[in-house]
């Protein structure tokens, strides 16, 4: 009898003690890990989107690891995935800063059964299993034409100022603007796309891109950077310069950066979605690939918590994605209660 009392007390505390290392779960430095990896360091928008993603995976018991290289290239983040697979993370959600580029090494993640997919910036079908989708790019590039053209009273000169000339979500909203543009050329006929200059998602490079920009084009009118980092530098060039009411700054901006521009009429209005959410979206659908309840395959369904109820649904580029909702405007009515959020 005491002899069953003993190997049974044992097996119970064996168990106790290997549980959740089989559990894959709650030992510390065992716990499942969840990578997200964002285009470059320094940028605000960024560290909200990894914000939202670290909140969800942490809220599920995960380990979250926030990576971006401090150049938003895509070497640089072939390097940081290549570390990411040796640490056998169960997945990888990436902002990507090529669409093509990172193919091989996600293809290699996916091979080795790491939950691959991508946000805010996508890479090509291949080498994803789903998109999250911030929202629609066609109606995000057909918004700002419309905002510069208001902006500008229907005629003259304006320019874009863009991230990285590889970035594959600025690419893709820029096109949009020229399709804009092309499909509704009467309207536009005295609206000019003088250039699209890009300022790399770093402060100083935007900065002195504005500037060439203002150079260049002495009658511009209008700069529309549908980047958080290019929109901030621009409206401060503006502001700097005294060129309030002469140019006038469009695009995609954080209040948080944003609310002293928009208050001093440098830019008008804006737009932009929530980026924590774009993060709290990602986490949750890391953890529901990982756990097998979706393969990111059109017409899956599941609940991202708080933020509701989501599909797969087939992307304009033949991949799939989930979209997240649609651009907000932000203008002086409703800066001040956005600025203290993102
Ligand atoms: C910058 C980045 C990001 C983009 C926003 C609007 O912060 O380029 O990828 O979504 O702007």
């Known amino acids: 009898m005491k002899k069953i009392v003993v190997s049974v007390l044992c097996v119970l505390m064996l168990t106790v003690v290997l549980s959740p290392i089989f559990a894959g779960g709650t030992k510390e ?4 890990k969840h990578a997200f990896v964002f285009k470059n360091t320094g940028n605000p928008y960024g560290e909200k989107q990894m914000e939202g993603f670290k909140e969800i995976i942490e809220e599920h018991g995960f380990e979250a690891i926030l990576r971006a290289p401090e150049q938003p290239t895509a070497e640089a983040q072939i390097q940081i995935i290549e570390q990411l697979i040796a640490q056998k993370v169960k997945s990888i959600c990436v902002t990507a800063n090529d669409y093509d580029a990172l193919q091989p090494v996600l293809i290699k993640a996916m091979n080795m059964g790491i939950k691959v997919t991508a946000a805010d910036s996508n890479v090509n079908p291949a080498s994803r299993m789903t998109f999250i989708n911030q929202a629609d790019p066609e109606l995000i590039g057909r918004t700002l034409v419309r905002a510069a053209y208001d902006l500008s009273g229907g005629s003259g000169d304006f320019a874009i100022l863009s991230a990285t000339s ?13 399709k804009e543009l092309t499909e509704n050329s009467a309207k536009y ?23 060439a920009l203002l150079r ?42 944003m609310a002293e521009y928009i208050d ?8 932009l979605w929530n980026p924590i959410d774009v993060g709290k979206l990602a986490g949750y659908i890391s953890i529901v690939l990982s756990s097998g309840k979706i393969t990111g395959k059109v017409g899956e369904n599941f609940s991202a918590g708080k933020l509701g ?25 409703n800066i001040n209660e956005w600025k203290t959020v993102y």
């Open 216 to 257: 260049t084009f002495p009658q511009l009118k209008c700069i529309v950077a549908p980047t958080t980092v290019g929109i901030a530098a621009a409206a401060k060039v503006i502001s700097d310069k005294g060129l309030t009411g002469r140019v006038a700054i469009t695009g995609l901006g954080l209040p948080s950066e």
């Open 264 to 271: 001093n009429g440098s830019c008008p209005y804006m737009y």
């Open 29 to 32: 430095g065992s716990k499942e």
């Open 309 to 333: 109820n989501f599909s797969v649904t087939k992307a304009s580029d033949g991949g799939t994605e989930v979209l997240l909702g649609s651009p907000f405007k932000f203008d002086k009515a």
């Open 166 to 178: 590889q970035a594959s979500n600025q690419n893709l909203w820029i096109e949009w603007m020229k």
């Open 189 to 211: 006929r005295n609206l000019k796309l003088v250039k699209v200059a890009y300022g790399d998602d770093l402060r100083d490079k935007s900065v002195s891109e504005t500037e």
